[in-house]
């Protein structure tokens, strides 16, 4: 054995030993080749081109193709990577920028207080829009504002500060105080204003906001235009004052006016009054004074003493003529109720239904005399030319209307539930009231002038036992002050609703 390894050719020694050398060469190159190759994937490394493989230079050698050297030649020669220190596990792309270009921006172009540990695209966006309002707003006068205290006692105490000269600082200065400060200043040029946004938690609406003011000027060119829109406005105050004043004295008029006219009930409520239905006591009342012995007397009235017995108050059964002692007992209770609240109700005078018999009984139709004594003030206690309304109930043989003198509205009117005329009626009653005047006051009145009226737009009677019924209730709803509100179906309730007045003596 020996003898055969010493015994090997010298020449194929060298070539083992030359094969052994290229197989090293070319393991060192493809781990070299490989390293480079990873670290063109690496995300802090960018290369613009393609590696482009490096030709041999002119100045080696020319050796064979077939030799071992040859063939390393042609391998490109290994570039040294870009060195950098690895801490950690490599953050990737955020927002396209890696956190080194942060960090390297941030090392340039910031104090060491201003930098930001995490390095994120908002903190970059706020350096940049803090940088630009601080150094647009630098360049106004101090003096155009007072020194905030407190933020410049922070700011001292913060160590930011660049330059020697000193600065006033506002945080928070709204536009309204801007725009006062500037017009009192009657400086037509933009007022300064230094912010101090070195606090991490101030937001970037700050800036915002401030940089705002720097428009002011374009809004208010000059001070001249301001004066303007204040003669306008004093003189539009001047106007002002003056229609207050004239508001404040007809306000006071309308209260004194107020004061003087007497509360009346609202319109709804008194249109209710006529039309409220009886209780089941009320109507048994009534029941039972209808049912009653006929000659039995259910009521007295002292004042105008008239009886009323149960064959008196049969007549306010349905189908039933009204008579003398329901109608004249029914009107004297509505002149009580009058008493009772003049508020309330026009002030009327009620004539009973002897009345016009009395006053067309002479030879001429008419005598003033036989009535004359009706109406003294020892009786009355007022006189017929102080009332709104005067009622005269006039019968026609068979059929009941209604006559009134209508003071208030200086006419005569005439109701006639089937629409009958009787202008005789309403002469008769204007050359009364002339003689009822003089003879009482001694004054002559001239009521040539009054209108004549045929009341047509009123309730109507579609039977023929209702008419006394339909009289009575036009003066109830006249002496109210209402309406015509009423209708024909209304009648049998208007019918159990006065004998329930009549058995009380009290009128509703």
Partial sequence: MRCNVVGVSFPFLLLLMGARTSNRKRDDEYSSIKRSYSSLKSPDFHVSKKLKFSTMSSDRPVVSSNSTVARLSRYPEETPQLRREVHGPCRGLKFGLSRS?????????????????????????????????????????????????????????????????????????????????????????SSSVVIDLTDEDSKVENAEKMLGVLSLDREISSVSTYKKLLQGVEKRTSRLKTLDFEIELNEKRRSILQSQTPKKMPVDEIQQEPFVPLTRDEEAEVEAALSANRSKVLVTHENSNIEITAQALQCLRPGAWLNDEVI??????????????????????????????????????????????????????????????????????????????????????????????DSRVLKTLARYFVDEVKDKSGKDIDVSSWAHEFVKDLPEQFNGYDCGMFMIKYTDFYSRGLDLCFKQEHMPYFRRRTAKEILNLRAN
């Fill in 101 to 189: 270009f942060f960090r390297f921006w941030e090392s340039k172009n910031s104090e060491p207080s201003e930098q930001d540990d995490v390095g994120n695209i908002l903190s970059y966006n706020y350096q940049i829009a803090k940088r630009n309002a601080i150094g647009a707003l630098r360049s106004f006068p101090k003096d155009a504002f007072e020194l905030d205290s407190d933020t410049q006692t922070e700011r001292d105490a913060s160590g930011d500060s660049k330059d020697d000269e000193e600065v006033e600082v506002i945080e928070d200065v709204t536009v309204q105080e801007l725009v006062a400060k500037k017009m009192d200043a009657h400086q037509p040029s």
């Fill in 328 to 421: 004249n007992l029914y009107l004297e209770l509505l002149k009580e109720r009058e008493r009772r609240e003049p508020e309330k109700y026009l002030n009327c005078h009620f004539f009973n239904t002897f009345f016009y018999k009395k006053l067309i009984n002479g030879r001429d139709g008419y005598d003033y005399k036989s009535v004359r004594r009706w109406t003294s003030q020892r009786k009355l206690k007022y006189e017929l030319n102080d009332c709104d309304k005067i009622f005269v109930p006039i019968h026609r043989e068979i059929h009941w209307c209604l006559a009134v003198i209508n003071k208030k509205e200086k006419k005569f009117q005439y109701l006639d539930s089937v629409k009958g005329m």
